[in-house]
Each structure stands twice: as C-alpha cells, then as structure tokens.
C-alpha cells in the first residue's frame, strides 16, 4: 500500500440518491462545468463527473479549456456499450465497479452483475484510451476479482492501483461506517494500491477525520452527503471541499493540486 504526506480529494457532483430533494447539484451541463471548475478553485484535485449523455466529449472539452482538474468519469453501474461516450471523450479516469452493484435509494434501487469477462473487458479498453481505472471496492470481495485481473496481467501497465473504498452505501453491498471496518479493509488491500474513502450519509465526517489522520484521501461532495454538516445543506460543491480543506489543515495534511495527484496516481 502506498501513503503520502499530501492528500488527494476527489469532489463528486452528482445529484444526491438518498437526499433527492436538495437539489444543491448542478442541473444543466453549463452549471455542471461551472461546478466542477469552482471545485478546482476550492482546491480539488479531482472531480468524479457522471458525463451527460450524448455530451460526454464536448463536456470534458469545455472543462479542460477553463482547469487543469483530473476528470474521473462515474456511473461504473452502467454497461460498457453505454459508457462508449466515456471513452471517446478521453477522461484521465474511469470508475469501475470490482464486484455487483446492489443499492437501494430513496427513489430507485440498482441490481447490476459485473462479471469478471466484464472487468477484463475494462482493463483492456482502458489501456487502449489510456484512461486509468478507479476501481471501486465495497467489500472484500472486490479484493480477490482485482488480485484475479493482475496475476493475469491485465493491469501491469496501471501501477499504481487506484481504489476507492465505499462506506454506509445503502443496499446488499452496504458496510458499516466505522473505524474497524476501514482498517480491516485498508490492510487487505493488493500491494501498490493508493485509496480514497467514500462515506454515503452523516456518518461522513467523522470515518473521514480518521482517514485523514491514517494516510488515505477523500472524496467528498453533494453525490455522497449534500450537507455541510447535520440538517444544513451545502450551497455547492465548492463549499464542501472548502470546509474539508479547512479540516486538513487541522489535522496536519497539505493539499494535493492536481500537478502533484497526477504524479501520485501514476497518471
């Protein structure tokens, strides 16, 4: 496992599946642009992006003409043929789902099987369009499918392994936001992993304090927990990041800038 003194946030923009009548995300593509770039501002690193459809190129386009954020594209529940526009729009990032996907929100639930001919599928597209996969881990399960694809050789061109560790997501895949459950899974992870820790819920802060002082990164925004803290939503994404910035400076760890991430992940 790999640890470094800076840490890496990951601002998510995406609307909010267990809080669906906030709506402090961004509802058109042009308020999505200028989220993602006043994340940048606020001083993340990366900005997980669920691409509208049919606009994915044009909408990377626009957002590296106006910062130099790393773009991580989301919606690893959908199917490879409909993540075509992912591909084609050159993200420097793909999320992937290492297990199945079994969630239930507020208004919809979603039971997808990833296969492992589909996570080998993944890497080889991947190397192809010279997009680095964000593997998404949310048990232990995920562990032995992404050990499976490096002993095949799948993944010798990706080190480091870039996972991101989910946490309190509710559904059949739910685990629980607690300390113990975190270190379990963090020294389980495969050799040459760098991780960020996703907290679904109220439960966020307090996991993601201890995983500030424990050497992983975070990702944080209206996706996981709309609210800058308990019955108070945030009035952007911007604010969210802001407020964990401040809370790294508390805890002793400076802020990666995009520059500097791109090196970490080996991008």
Known sequence: MIEYSKIIITATTANSWIYPDIKNWAQTIDQLIDDVVECYEAGAAIAHIHLPRGEEVDTIKRIRERCDIIIQAGMSSESIPKREGDFKAKPEMMSVMLTHHAEHFTEMAIDVLHPLNELAEYCNKCKDNNIKPEWEV???GSYWNLNYLIDKGLLDW??????TLFFNW????????HYNEYNNRKKNMPPNSIHTVSVMGEEQM???VFVLTHGGHIRVGTEDYPFIKKGIPAKNNAEIVKNYIDICGHVGRDVADPSEARKMLGL
């Open 158 to 163: 990706s080190s480091p392994h870039i996972l």
């Open 206 to 208: 307090k996991l993601l």
């Open 138 to 140: 949310w048990h232990q």
């Open 170 to 177: 509710p559904g059949g895949t739910w685990s629980s936001p």
